[in-house]
């Protein structure tokens, strides 16, 4: 590339879609509606349809009785999740190099968004009553329907993430509210969905259909994706840069794949993927089995481990953000799958099994100190697999013009289900069905407890499912399998550094100005609505660690600092916060008038909220004054 196609390029004017907050929270948020039914069919359907695993009339079951045949249907249900996979291939291609003049990615949501609805459903209503070769026939293909429709929605959503995104730094923050979103909808699916089922009195899948209308956030990237021949032709004129959305190669299906399974960079972080997603995925199945029959706790009771498993998440998401910026995202990610190896066995140690049907407080206590531990990890495992993808394929196409993202997240959906089938579809399935007794010896194959009981020929009590104690177990050693496999993985995922391990360094040197790369930042500038939101659901925890960022930023520029000392003492003795505000705003004001900005001198008052307990007020006016300095200091 000349000299002058560089300065012809960088005189262009720089193309952001998502140039607001707002506008990358709600970008975020539009898989919001089929993730949260996704993930309840995930966490209640098969046990539902089959409660062998759930105690005795539970909300969670449609009926008490089993409404498929349990000797196939785990088969054909594995089957129909691989085939969710397999299909994304296929999909993905499909979305990759379809050709409108509306674009690539709107198209397939369009097409996809009904048959998703209705199939969804329809899944839910075993039309052959009791008839369980009925059942097991109508809900494999009104699955095969949906995951079909499913996949292509996600799919055209995720794929558009490459270009919808400036740069990696925009990918993280998009992906960071994606995990944030994804959050909510575990807390609302394991925390609220129990409790709600008792209050209301409904089975679980008259909740369902109450939930079906949130499938229209399926539609928001109809209107936000930025594409198509009159679009681009648009851009250009009023002098955008859209490199590389013009002069693309097309990509044919086999040379999509062949690029994608032949690119080690991603290869290294798909291996530990599959380890960790096996785990995960057997524990998401098997929650409600582990709490409610291993634990033998309430839903109420299950509502409290499961709010101390999502409630710290967005406090976990920040502070996994610090640690990947201190030591790396590899270094980040190791914590989140030893932290959760560790709290998964406090499922193995509160079973029924080894505490027996009381010790309900201690139960609780052990349970909730797992999920604290276990919220570290919740966190990356819903970011990870959007943000390395999207970075990886977004880099490739800047340096060879090849748009095939898609075909990422397709190869990463069908690895994943495979596994994720043979996980909760094949081997829970199973297992749940397995019983030891510590009055008989041996295991017995039964439907429910009270059949395990006669087999064994023991009291019903002598009797627990074995299935629930082997899961952890499982969890915690697929997780360390992926631990070991992280060190094939580089430190970080930055544009320089795929570039290295795809072998463009050539390309990427003589294109360094298609990357928008994070500068060193002098005060790091805050989304001030979201620190609001993480401060309400945290229950005003999250202000220690914005007193802390505020207090750094100051320190950027403050010729004496504010010690770490300081900070300390003014957490534990809270009037003492009334000094130390007192100085660090003194200090942000005389800063903010140096560089020409108009700002109020609220010291005393700060010293005043600091006193009756409102330090938010304060936070809060405080980061506006900074994000302002921010804007001035890091250009």
């Known amino acids: 590339m000349t000299t002058e196609t560089v300065q012809s390029a960088q005189n262009k004017k720089r193309l952001v879609i998502l140039d607001k907050p707002w506008k990358e929270i709600l970008y975020a948020v ?89 199939s969804y459903a329809l899944m839910w209503i075993p039309i052959g009553g009791e008839d369980q070769l009925v059942n097991t026939i109508w809900i494999t293909t009104m699955a095969l329907i949906f995951f079909t429709t499913y996949t292509m929605s996600l799919i055209a959503f995720y794929g558009s993430l490459s270009n919808m995104c400036a740069n990696e730094n925009q990918r993280i923050k998009v992906s960071s509210y994606k995990a944030f979103f994804d959050t909510i909808v575990y807390a609302l699916v394991y925390a609220l969905v129990p409790i709600t089922l008792e209050k209301l009195g409904v089975h679980i899948d008259k909740f369902t259909f109450m939930l079906l209308p949130l499938m229209l956030t399926m539609l928001i990237p109809l209107f936000m994706i930025k594409e198509g021949d009159k679009w681009e032709k648009k851009m250009i004129n009023e002098g955008y840069d859209i490199t590389p959305l013009k002069e693309e190669e097309k990509v044919g299906v086999w040379e999509s794949i062949k690029l994608t399974f032949t690119n080690k960079v991603f290869l290294r972080w798909l291996i530990v993927n599959l380890c960790s997603f096996f785990g995960l995925q057997m524990f998401l199945v098997a929650m409600n089995a582990l709490i409610l029959g291993g634990m033998g706790l309430t839903g109420a009771q299950m509502t409290i481990l499961n709010t101390f498993a999502f409630a710290p998440v967005p406090i976990m998401l920040y502070l996994f953000k610090k640690v990947r910026d201190k030591k790396g995202l590899r270094f980040a990610y190791q914590i989140s799958l030893v932290s959760f190896s560790v709290a998964i066995f406090a499922f193995l140690i509160c079973n029924k099994f080894v505490l027996g049907e009381g010790n309900v407080t201690l139960k609780i206590v052990i349970g909730t100190l797992g999920s604290i531990i276990g919220s570290w990890a919740i966190g990356s495992f819903f970011m990870m697999p959007y943000m390395i993808p999207a970075q990886i394929s977004s880099v490739e196409e800047k340096l060879t013009k090849r748009n095939h ?68 177990v499982i969890v915690a050693l697929f997780c360390m399998i992926a631990f070991g496999f992280t060190f094939l993985m580089p430190k970080n995922y930055s544009p320089k550094i795929v570039a290295k391990s795809l072998g463009l360094e050539k390309e990427y040197q003589e294109n360094k100005h298609l990357f928008i790369e994070e500068k060193d930042q002098v005060v790091e500038e805050e989304v001030l609505g979201v620190n609001i939101v993480l401060f309400l ?38 009037p003492y916060f009334a000094y130390v505000v007192y100085v660090a705003n003194k200090a942000l004001v005389k800063k903010c008038h140096e560089n020409g900005l108009k700002v109020k001198d609220l010291s005393v008052l700060y010293l005043i909220l600091s006193l009756i307990g409102l330090n938010i007020i304060s936070y809060i006016i405080m980061q506006v004054h900074l994000n302002k300095l921010a804007k001035k200091l890091n250009v």
Do not use: C
């Open 537 to 574: 659901l945290s229950g005003s925890i999250f202000g220690a660690i914005w007193r802390y960022g505020i207090l750094k930023n100051i320190n950027a520029f403050k010729e004496k600092k504010i010690g770490v000392v300081h900070y300390i003492v003014s957490l534990l003795f809270p």
């Open 30 to 118: 539009s898989g919001f509606g089929p993730n949260l039914l996704m993930v309840l069919l995930g966490a209640y359907f098969t046990d539902a349809i089959n409660p062998a695993a759930l105690p005795e009339g539970s909300l969670q079951a449609i009926t008490t009785v089993s409404l498929i045949l349990p000797a196939i249907f785990p088969i054909l249900w594995m089957l129909a999740k691989i085939f969710d996979g397999l299909i994304d291939i296929p999909l993905a291609a499909l979305t990759d190099r379809l050709r409108t003049k509306w674009g690539r990615r709107r198209i397939p949501i369009a097409i996809a968004f009904i048959p998703m609805v209705v």
């Open 405 to 472: 993202s898609a075909m990422y997240f397709a190869a990463q959906a069908v690895t994943s289900s495979v596994v994720g089938a043979i996980a909760s579809s094949l081997v829970y399935e199973y297992i749940k069905m397995l019983f030891v007794s510590k009055a008989a010896s041996g295991i017995v194959y039964a439907e429910s407890l009270a059949e395990a009981a006669t087999k064994f020929g023991v009291a019903e009590n002598t009797v627990f499912n074995l299935g629930v104690l082997l899961v952890p």
